[in-house]
């Protein structure tokens, strides 16, 4: 039981470079997230996924896009890297919505030169 | 929009001794407080919640406190151990709502 994988673990790119942060949940809940940690900042949503087929924007949802490509996969994409978005990337899973009692992943450290 | 406020921002404490972790909240909505930790290079973990129906809670060495009325909530850690070094988040939200709030961070460290 692997709980939340996250990959990659680590990722530099370029202003304007793309990429997808992959996530996948083996517990069988209904709801996954993405969120941002940046220092002195906490953790802050991106996007979210209550249930297999629907997203939605969470308080930071510029530059970003995500997909719900089954009940276990919640996928990030950056389409055009900004300097902005080094960060590190968790992705979360809960069987109860709401945000409530998440299992997050072990994270992505994402640099953009 | 909510605001949580984490105070201090690290924290050193001896070993076996106990350690208090404060956090505000400004939305009076709020209803649901989890505390979260997160070790070095590992995502946070749940550690222990609660919700506004409640006082407090206890989960042996690790107690949350609630009061309202004052908008604030504590995590209380006794008889610390080497292990409980990691940096602590608290949160609220109110329940059915996707917002969660963090508030941003203590890094305790436990001196052995």
């Known amino acids: 039981n692997a709980g939340v994988t996250q990959t990659p673990k680590f990722q530099v790119l370029k202003t304007g470079q793309s990429m997808t942060l992959q996530c996948a949940q083996d517990?069988?809940?209904?709801?996954m997230y993405w969120y941002r940690q940046d220092p002195g900042m906490g953790l802050r949503l991106i996007y979210y996924?209550?249930?297999?087929?629907?997203?939605d924007k969470g308080e930071v949802p510029n530059g970003y896009n995500v997909s719900r490509l089954n009940k276990r996969e919640f996928s990030l994409r950056l389409e055009s890297a900004a300097p902005s978005q080094t960060s590190v990337y968790f992705c979360?899973?809960?069987?109860?919505?709401?945000?409530?009692?998440?299992?997050f992943g072990s994270g992505t450290q994402l640099s953009v030169l | 929009g909510e605001n949580v406020e984490q105070h201090p921002s690290t924290l050193s404490v001896q070993e076996g001794d106990s350690a208090v972790i404060k956090c505000t909240y400004s939305?009076?909505?709020?209803?649901?407080f989890p505390w979260y930790k997160q070790e070095l290079g590992k995502g946070p973990q749940l550690i222990i919640d609660?919700?506004?129906?409640?006082g407090e809670k206890k989960d042996q060495r690790i107690a949350v406190t609630l009061n309202k009325t004052a908008k604030h909530f504590s995590l209380h850690i006794t008889e610390t151990q080497p292990e409980d070094s990691a940096v602590y988040f608290c949160?609220?939200?109110?329940?059915?709502?996707?917002?969660?709030?963090f508030g941003t961070g203590t890094r305790l460290t436990i001196i052995p």
């Open positions: 609660i919700r506004s129906n409640v």
């Open positions: 517990m069988n809940h209904n709801s």
């Open positions: 949160a609220a939200s109110n329940f059915g709502n996707e917002k969660l709030t």
């Open positions: 979360a899973s809960s069987d109860q919505g709401s945000n409530e009692k998440l299992f």
């Open positions: 939305d009076s909505a709020s209803n649901y």
């Open positions: 996924s209550a249930s297999e087929g629907t997203t």
